[in-house]
């Protein structure tokens, strides 16, 4: 993620760039609640743990669809975040591990 940015930084699109602050406050909101403040341990025994590296081992947009989808006892979050803010919290979530 860190060389994505470094990535979308160097071809000038800063819209794009995807800010962990921001993931980490939306994190605490929408998701905490089932996967734990720091992404582990998970309040919810089903609930992906994130601190493990293979967790997230997928491309953002694939991560994207997951949540926005909703899988298993996960709500989708289509219609509450916007995909800009997903992939703030996606970011956030890849400091996790
Ligand atoms: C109601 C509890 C709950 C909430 C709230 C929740 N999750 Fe989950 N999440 C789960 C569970 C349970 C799973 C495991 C789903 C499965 O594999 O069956 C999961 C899995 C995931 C996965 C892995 C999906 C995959 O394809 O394997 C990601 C990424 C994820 N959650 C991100 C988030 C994010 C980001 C939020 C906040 C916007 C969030 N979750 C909010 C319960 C929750």
Request: glycine share 10%; charged share 15%.
């Amino acid at each position: 993620m860190a060389c994505m940015a470094a990535l979308l930084a160097l071809l000038g699109a800063p819209a794009g760039a995807a800010d962990i602050t921001k993931g980490g406050s939306l994190y605490a909101t929408h998701c905490a609640v089932c996967h734990g403040a720091r992404g582990a341990p998970p309040v919810m025994p089903a609930a992906t743990d994130f601190r493990r590296v293979e967790s997230l081992m997928r491309p953002d947009m694939q991560v994207l669809l997951s949540i926005k989808n909703g899988k298993g006892a996960m709500p989708g979050y289509f219609g509450i975040l916007r995909d800009q803010q997903i992939l703030d919290v996606i970011a956030f979530l890849r400091t996790l591990s």
